[in-house]
């Protein structure tokens, strides 16, 4: 069965390339949720104040990917224990968010991390949001895809190379052919 989640987990062109590799992944959108504004612009989510997190709408077969493997991924490409902010990327838009689609998935989240907090996983707690989906828009069309159409970026080649290269060697064996 097709089904849909949405993860902020900073800057949206870095989970975008991993979550794209998975096996059982359909599609993966990078977008904004979470603020007010209607229809925001990359410029104005970028300045702070619409209340907006960078996303990635991931599209998935659950017959062939949970969404406890998709959990399991959200934890392991960024920090979630920065609060508004992964590595230089700082802001409430790069904030550490899961958008619940239905009461399963909030259900499983927030499961999840309490056990990462019981198991004392990282030093410092968890600032990780558990949020129901009230708005999603799409961002405009060159940010899906961007690392792999812009490999030479300077962002790209500093911070979402790296990211990748560590996710595509621990998740190796969950990656499309």
Known sequence: M??????????FWCIEACYKDLEGV?????????????NPTYKQVCEGNTG?????????????ISFDELLEVFWFVHDPTQLNR????????????IFYHDEIQKELAEK???KLTEDK??????VTLVEPLINYYPAEDYH??????????????????????????????????
Not at 86 to 97: E, F
């Open 2 to 11: 097709v089904k849909e989640a949405t993860f902020g987990a900073g800057c």
């Open 26 to 38: 359909i599609s993966v959108t990078s977008g904004y949720s979470g603020g007010a504004l209607e």
């Open 52 to 64: 907006h997190a960078e996303i990635a709408r991931i599209v998935y077969d659950d017959e062939r």
């Open 86 to 97: 992964q590595g230089n990327d700082i802001g409430t838009q790069y904030r550490s968010v």
């Open 112 to 114: 999840y991390k309490q």
């Open 121 to 126: 996983v990282w030093d410092k707690p968890i």
């Open 144 to 177: 899906n895809n961007y690392f792999a159409l812009n490999p030479e970026n300077p962002y790209c080649n500093a911070v979402v190379r790296p990211k990748v290269e560590k996710f595509r060697k621990v998740f190796s064996s969950r990656l499309k052919d």
